[in-house]
Nanobody, 129 residues
Framework: QVQLVESGGGSVQAGGSLRLSCAIF????????MGWFRQAPGKEREGVAA????????YYTDSVKGRFTISQDNAKNTLYLQMNSLKPEDTAMYYC??????????????????????WGQGTQVTVSS
């Protein structure tokens, strides 16, 4: 049973930084697509970033490019999202997700459609102005 557990959320002022972690259990990293999503109150879930096959390809939504970095540490079974220069509009519940896919293109499609089988419970990020 694949399990994902997020941590690292919190409250920060605009311009600050946070690093989210996602511990992944019972998961292998071959052909692995892993992503971060967020959902603000009253809004749809949005794909923020994804990483395929250990960094073979990465994806970022336009609003976070240059500010967020997705990475993984297979030895620690952990996915990360480093978030810098945070803005109030980054406030949301953040979720990590995982899926097995055959290519970076499929990973990109999955993150833009939120088509993942395995999800964490979420961690709240609040950015104040």
């Amino acid at each position: 049973q694949v399990q994902l557990v997020e941590s690292g959320g919190g409250s920060v002022q605009a311009g600050g930084s946070l690093r989210l972690s996602c511990a992944i259990f019972a998961y292998t990293y071959s052909n692995a697509c892993m992503g971060w999503f967020r959902q603000a109150p009253g809004k749809e879930r949005e794909g923020v970033a994804a990483i395929y096959h250990g960094g073979y390809s990465t994806y970022y939504t336009d609003s976070v490019k240059g500010r967020f970095t997705i990475s993984q540490d297979n030895a620690k079974n952990t996915l990360y999202l480093q978030m810098n220069s945070l803005k109030p509009e980054d406030t949301a519940m953040y979720y990590c997700a995982a899926e097995y896919l055959g290519s970076g293109t499929e990973c990109y499609i999955a993150v833009t459609t939120a088509n993942f089988r395995y999800w964490g419970q979420g961690t709240q990020v609040t950015v104040s102005s």
